[in-house]
């Protein structure tokens, strides 16, 4: 498939989504939404895909929403159209998805790469929900899943006064999973979706699936959740050759990835 807006590679199993408009800081426009949607749904349906990495450039992630795009619309635009919404399928993708940030990831950027289950910082990147500065508010998850990650009162501050926080202040706040250096980024994020692309597919969607859940619900019945699914990967070839793996002290050879 041809994008203008975005760069769709692959090395091994990992399908990475280059976000690709150097120009306007890869600001979020509706063809990149559209572009990025499609290039997820093609690796989800790839069955030689087994993690999905989202990443940007050296300078930016993505400064946010494409501000030239909705400064004429008006609400009936906005509301007819559900705008933004078209991004819920990034969330919705069964895979794992590893967001690899340098630079800026602000509004719709940092929501972006919050919308990934995994997300490794650059010492570079800058995170931040700066909307309220252009007289809106988070629009693509922001409210709900920076407060989520970082709590309410950095979420509070952060939506409110519209100032970043640096790589550090977002990996203790717990925003990221790790910092490292600006040039090692990629290496390191594909190292990582390796790993998690080499293992059982099905086992890796369903502890995906676990972990999302305990957003959705209370701890007793998430956890009842988490039993149910754990008891479900014995019904896996994959349960079985990892078992057998260990207790024959070698590596083993998932069938399902
Ligand atoms: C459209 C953008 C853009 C954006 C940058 N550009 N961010 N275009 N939408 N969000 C464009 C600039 O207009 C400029 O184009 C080019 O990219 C380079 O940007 P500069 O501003 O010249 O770069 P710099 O001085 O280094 O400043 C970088 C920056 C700044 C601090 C990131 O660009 C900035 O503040 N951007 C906006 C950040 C922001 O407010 N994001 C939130 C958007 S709202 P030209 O053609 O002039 O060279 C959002 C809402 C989501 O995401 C949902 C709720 C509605």
């Known amino acids: 498939t041809d994008f203008d807006t975005i760069l769709l590679g692959r090395k091994g ?19 990149l939404m559209r572009e990025v949607v499609s290039a997820v749904e093609e690796l989800e349906n790839d069955s030689e895909i087994g993690a999905i990495l989202v990443t940007g450039s050296d300078r930016a992630f993505a400064a946010g929403a494409d501000i030239k795009e909705m400064q004429p619309k008006s609400y009936m635009d906005v509301y007819l159209d559900d705008f933004f919404s078209a991004w819920d399928r990034l969330a919705a993708a069964r895979k794992p998805t590893i967001a690899a940030v340098a630079g800026y990831a602000l509004g719709g950027g940092c929501e972006l790469a919050m919308l990934c289950d995994i997300l490794i910082a650059a010492d ?6 700066p909307e309220i500065k252009l007289g809106v508010i988070p629009g693509i998850g922001g409210s709900q899943r920076l407060t989520r990650a970082v709590g309410k009162a950095k979420a509070m501050e952060l939506c409110l006064t519209g100032r970043n926080m640096d790589a550090e202040e977002a990996e203790r706040a717990g925003l990221v999973s790790r910092i490292v250096p600006a040039a090692d980024l990629l290496d390191e994020a594909l190292q990582t979706a390796t790993t998690i692309a080499e293992m059982s597919l099905p086992v890796a ?22 039993r149910r699914v754990f ?8 349960q079985k050759e990892g078992m057998a793996a260990f207790v024959e002290k070698r590596s083993p050879v998932f069938k399902h990835r």
Do not use: C
């Not at 990992?14 to 509706?30: C, E, F, Q, Y």
């Not at 999302?212 to 009842?224: A, D, I, K, P, Y």
């Open 13 to 31: 199993r990992v399908g990475i989504i280059t976000l690709n408009r150097p120009k306007a800081l890869n600001a979020l426009n509706s063809q």
């Open 124 to 129: 570079t990147a800058k995170f931040g929900q």
């Open 205 to 226: 969607m369903m502890a995906k699936e676990a972990v999302n859940r305990s957003f959705e619900t209370t701890l007793t019945e998430g956890v009842r959740f988490e």
């Open 231 to 238: 008891h479900s990967t014995f019904a896996t070839e994959d």
